[in-house]
T-cell receptor, first 115, second 114 residues
């Protein structure tokens, strides 16, 4: 158990819908990351937040958005869902952002299925 | 742009034997981190081993060791005395020193044969 929690574990929804994935980082971690793992694209970095502020953006679609709240939990919002959005979405957390090495601890992931 | 390539989609090894997983990467940076992650059927991403590019010595963690060839941009993982619990997808990954984005390879699925 990494200490990072993600809810829900599984989510099944229909095309065109909107979902919210939730992540609670490890206690004391200020930085949160979102990754998407899909069959065709593999594991891709989506976005990073540090202490409530967006810090880095990767291959995140405009239909997707995220935020980190004052209590440091984060939510990833996916809207106008398409079949291709079906994937495993990971959240990871670390104590602080880049500089000295600090390990990213991954949560168990949320499996999203779009029908 | 940095890329990570794993050319072996699947590999098999007999229990107790040694197996080497290959990885190459491309970067113009001189300092960076390289990782091997394990993803068992539970889907949890587990860090197996880490290598700092500025260290010449190859990293070792128990039965896991790497062969880091900086000039060749090669980073292979050797698993000694393979165990059934080693069966998983293994991802080679890269991270610049100056940012947190981890770039992953496509993965190698490792089967352990009893």
């Amino acid at each position: 158990d990494s200490g990072v929690t993600q809810t829900p574990k599984h989510l099944i929804t229909a095309t065109g819908q909107r979902v919210t994935l939730r992540c609670s980082p490890r206690s004391g971690d200020l930085s949160v990351y979102w990754y998407q793992q899909s069959l065709d694209q593999g594991l891709q970095f989506l976005i990073q937040y540090y202490n409530g502020e967006e810090r880095a953006k990767g291959n995140i679609l405009e239909r997707f958005s995220a935020q980190q709240f004052p209590d440091l939990h984060s939510e990833l919002n996916l809207s106008s869902l398409e079949l291709g959005d079906s994937a495993l979405y990971f959240c990871a957390s670390s104590v602080r952002p880049a500089g000295d090495y600090n390990e990213q601890f991954f949560g168990p992931g949320t499996r999203l299925t779009v029908l | 742009a940095q890329t990570v390539t794993q050319s072996q989609p699947e590999m098999s090894v007999q229990e107790a034997e040694t197996v080497t997983l290959s990885c190459t990467y491309d970067t113009s940076e001189s300092d960076y981190y390289l990782f091997w992650y394990k993803q068992p059927p539970s889907r949890q991403m587990i860090l197996v081993i880490r290598q700092e590019a500025y260290k010449q010595q190859n990293a070792t963690e128990n039965r896991f060791s790497v062969n880091f060839q900086k000039a060749a941009k090669s980073f292979s993982l050797k698993i000694s005395d393979s165990q059934l619990g080693d069966a998983a997808m293994y991802f080679c990954a890269y991270r610049r020193i100056t940012d947190d984005k981890i770039i992953f390879g496509k993965g190698t699925r490792l089967h352990i044969l009893p």
